[in-house]
Every structure is written in C-alpha cells, then in structure tokens.
C-alpha cells in the first residue's frame, strides 16, 4: 500500500484516527528500584569518551595536515572524517536526551558542537527527535524515517556520502539563516525556538563560509576537509548504522520490538556509535544513559527478540527484505520473541504488522 512519509500528507491524519499516536507504547516490565540505578547519569563515562574523540581527531587531522599532499595523509582525513561525520551523530542524538552527562552545560557544549558538524539545527532537531521517539515509524508523524517503502535503493546508496542529508541540511540552514522556518517544521517546532534557529544558521553561514573563503585563501583543501566536507566523505558509519535501527522492520505499531533492532557490533563500532546499537533498550527507555545499555539489555533480553549477533549478520538479515521492499512495501520482517517474552503489541487500525516473514 502507498505511504506518505511527509509530515503534511493524509498519513499523518490516518495514523491519529487509527488510534496510533498515544503515549500507549508497550515496556518490559522493570523493577522500580533496577530501573532508578540503570537511570544514574555520571559525567565520567561521557568525560572520558568525549575526551578521547577530541583527542583523536586533533590527533588524525594534524597528522594529515602534516603529511599533506602526500597520499599517505587520506587514512588520516578518513578516520577523522568518521569522528566528524559519523561519531558526531551519536554525540548530537545522546547530549540531545541530556543523559551523556549528569551536567547540563556539558550536554550542552558537546550538543552543539555536533549540531554542527552533522548540519542539524539544535532547535528543530531536538523536537523533531522528540517526535521520533513519540511516534516511532508511524508513517506521517515520523520525521526521522531513514528508510521509506518502497525503498528506492539509490538514494539509499548516495547517502552513504551524505548527498542526500547534506543536501536537505544545507537547503534548511539557508531557509533558518533568511529568517523562515519550513512548512514541516512548523508542526513539530515551538515558536519560542525560532529565533534561536535562525541566529545559529547564520553563525554556521560564518563558519562554513570562512572555511570555503580560507581554502581559496590558501589555495589548499585543508580549511575544507577539516570543516563541511567530512560531513560527506565520514557520514558511511553512521548511516549503516541508522539503517539497522529500523530497517526492514513493521511500522504502525506499538512495540519497539516489533520496529526497532539491537545488533552486537565490535568496540570500535560501539563507540562511534555510543553503543546505540542497543536500539530497543533505547527506545523503551530512553532516558537510560548510553553506557548504562549494556546493563539494561540484561534485563530485558528474556523479553525481546534475539539481538544479531554483528553488523555483518545483521545486513544479511536485512538486505533482503529491503530488495523485497522495492515492489512491495507492505512486506516486513517478523522477528520472534522467545518463550520467555510478553506477546508483542500490535496497536489499534494496524494494517501491515499480519505480513512479513524470516
């Protein structure tokens, strides 16, 4: 069945008639006193990770600069390119939540410090991202669907090097910075929030205009490479990684388990990724910090379904489904819940959590 995925369309009517857009999601039953200390926010876990990515992107980047023109620089700017343009994102979803850090300036510096470098406004994106958590993959409420039915494989593929997202992200800045906030955001956007919008698009305009006049300045990449463009050539990680936080899976339900993923990925993985591949955990109970979710998927895995056991396993299991949902969209991946779980909640007016399969 056609989908409207706009924020503007008949979807978004359809999913509030159909009883969809309530605060009726279904959790896994915790303790009270377990789900208190797995909610204890610290400063030193994100100190010591925020530390290290600062450290190793001054790390990579002088290390390429030092070694430009020469080929040997490239594996530098990549890996500093994935810090930037995929690391950032993690950083900018976390401080977002306000649960990196116990204190609230930090999640603040470190929140903006991301905004940037992933070209998302902090104002609209911490309400749009509110809506994603509200109303998770319900077709027209949605803001932040990364992969839409029928998929169309090829702009998949040119986000990878961000064509797609730098591109709405620069087309949104230039809106903010001439003092207009866009007919979708204005349905999910406090007015209150406007002006604080449109002063940090015009502060990015400044930044990114001097590092493009620099690199004219000084006949070089360097100012370039070191801001805007990783967020193109490092945004890979990410965007493989946001794939499998929803992709293949039903949506128009009410369940986390039945529209989100927990995959087990290598350390690396997990902290560019803030360990957000407990994606489940995440959405049931979002206000657990990101090192705690190790800990709460202990508590929960008798009632989800099996994690998978590494990326690579995991886009095995959802490649196909996405080649299948080119021409029908109405397909989805229905994963078991073991012996031990609560019976998935579908939600009421659900029309496509009946098909899938394995």
Known sequence: MPRDYSLLGPDGDRAVADGLVTEDWYRTPIDRKTMKALMKRSDQPALRDTGLLFGLMLLFAGSAILLMPSWWSVPFWLAYGVLYGSAMDSRWHECGHGTAFKTRWMNNVVYHIACFCVMRDPYCWKFSHARHHSDTIIVGRDPEVAIMRPVAALKLAANLIGLIDVWDGTRR????????????????????YHRGTFAAARVWLIIHAAAIGGAFALQSWIPVLLIGLPRLYGCWHMVICGWLQHGGLADNVLDHRMNSRTVHMNSVSRFIYWNMNHHIEHHMFPLVPYHRLPQLHEECRHDFPAPN?????????????????????????HRDLPDTANPYRAGPGVRTAARGGN
């Open 309 to 333: 056991n590494s990326i690579t396993e995991a886009f095995g299991e959802l490649l196909p489904v996405l080649w299948r949902q080119r021409r029908d969209p109405d397909f989805h991946l």
């Open 173 to 192: 800045m230039l809106a903010h910075a001439s003092g207009r906030i866009l007919p979708d955001e204005a349905t999910y956007v406090d007015g209150a």
